[in-house]
């Protein structure tokens, strides 16, 4: 089995901080080159194009994610043996990505599989192992199944308390916030979900993509309290946001979209 490269592991790292960071163009110029240079069906091209499906998933490019995770499954199969950290990635990825684009019935296996691996390989408390329930999680969340999503969500969060990461903290905190909404706990959401909002505003700053989806959530949340001029607020802030960095389509997008037509509507 071949190992990734030392030139190509840090140049994937470089363009996740460049995605991490915001700056998405960047990011795929640089991945684009690195998997031109790659060997086709190495571990090197498998690595780039893991990080393109990260990336085109972030941008609301659904299908060019897709594909990039399936070429690079193609590849770990060939080389990786079963249960190899590799897969878990993939699988946690692909159960993402079957969330972001509303088939969240077609990422549990994969969401499950991934979680399966990492805790046999790295035990119950490990970070990796802690994101793996939080991205099951939503997927629950999404189908409904609100009792597990938040138990699996309280246990990802004890992890990451223990280890003092706050923006997994943030993130693991948002997706609790949203369940906690709908099982109709609404102060305690709301609460919640402007915590997560003001540490990401720390973390990653005030004009961060990332932020509009805490402001979305926030404004269903608000919505549902009748608070429609503070609603339609975080809605502007957040397709203020996303413009110009996500695809037209981008699912969060349109929400933000349908929900300011939605306010204005309500509101004559």
Same mark, same amino acid.
């Given at each position: 089995?071949?190992?990734p490269?030392?030139?190509?592991?840090?140049?994937?790292?470089?363009?996740?901080r460049?995605?991490?960071?915001?700056?998405?163009?960047?990011?795929?110029?640089?991945?684009?080159?690195?998997?031109?240079?790659?060997?086709?069906?190495?571990?090197?091209?498998?690595?780039?194009?893991?990080?393109?499906?990260?990336?085109?998933?972030?941008?609301?490019?659904?299908?060019?994610?897709?594909?990039?995770?399936t070429?690079?499954?193609a590849?770990?199969?060939?080389?990786c043996?079963?249960?190899?950290?590799?897969?878990?990635?993939?699988?946690?990825?692909?159960?993402?990505?079957?969330?972001?684009?509303?088939?969240?019935?077609?990422?549990?296996?994969?969401?499950?599989?991934?979680?399966?691996?990492?805790?046999?390989?790295?035990?119950?408390?490990?970070?990796?192992v802690?994101?793996d329930?939080?991205?099951?999680?939503?997927?629950?969340?999404?189908?409904?199944?609100?009792?597990?999503?938040?138990?699996l969500?309280?246990?990802?969060?004890?992890?990451?308390?223990?280890?003092?990461?706050?923006? !997994?903290? =943030?993130? +693991?905190? *948002? %997706? @609790? $916030?949203?369940?906690?909404? &709908?099982? #109709? /706990?609404?102060?305690?959401?709301?609460?919640?979900?402007?915590?997560?909002?003001?540490?990401?505003?720390?973390?990653?700053?005030p004009?961060h993509p !990332?932020? =509009?989806? +805490?402001? *979305? %959530? @926030? $404004?269903?949340?608000?919505r &549902?309290? #009748? /608070?429609?001029?503070d609603?339609?607020e975080a809605?502007?802030?957040?397709?203020?946001?996303?413009?110009?960095?996500?695809?037209?389509?981008?699912?969060?997008? =349109?929400?933000?979209?349908?929900? @300011?037509?939605?306010?204005?509507?309500?509101? #004559?």
């Amino acid at each position: 089995m071949d190992q990734p490269t030392t030139g190509v592991r840090t140049g994937v790292e470089q363009a996740d901080r460049l995605r991490a960071a915001g700056r998405y163009a960047e990011a795929d110029a640089l991945l684009s080159a690195l998997l031109h240079r790659a060997e086709p069906g190495s571990l090197d091209a498998a690595r780039v194009l893991t990080g393109l499906g990260v990336l085109h998933k972030y941008t609301g490019r659904f299908p060019e994610s897709l594909d990039a995770y399936t070429r690079a499954l193609a590849i770990v199969r060939a080389r990786c043996p079963d249960g190899h950290p590799f897969f878990a990635d993939l699988f946690h990825n692909l159960g993402g990505l079957h969330h972001a684009r509303g088939t969240p019935v077609d990422g549990e296996e994969y969401a499950r599989k991934g979680l399966a691996i990492r805790l046999r390989s790295l035990g119950d408390d490990h970070p990796d192992v802690a994101a793996d329930r939080a991205a099951l999680a939503a997927i629950l969340h999404a189908l409904g199944r609100l009792e597990e999503a938040e138990t699996l969500l309280r246990q990802a969060l004890d992890v990451f308390r223990a280890l003092g990461d706050g923006y !997994e903290i =943030a993130s +693991a905190s *948002h %997706n @609790l $916030a949203a369940v906690l909404h &709908a099982r #109709g /706990r609404a102060t305690e959401a709301e609460a919640l979900c402007r915590d997560v909002l003001a540490a990401k505003e720390r973390l990653l700053g005030p004009d961060h993509p !990332e932020l =509009a989806t +805490a402001l *979305h %959530n @926030l $404004a269903v949340m608000l919505r &549902a309290q #009748g /608070r429609d001029d503070d609603a339609a607020e975080a809605l502007r802030r957040a397709l203020s946001l996303l413009d110009g960095v996500v695809a037209a389509g981008h699912p969060l997008r =349109a929400a933000c979209e349908r929900a @300011l037509g939605d306010v204005r509507a309500s509101s #004559g």
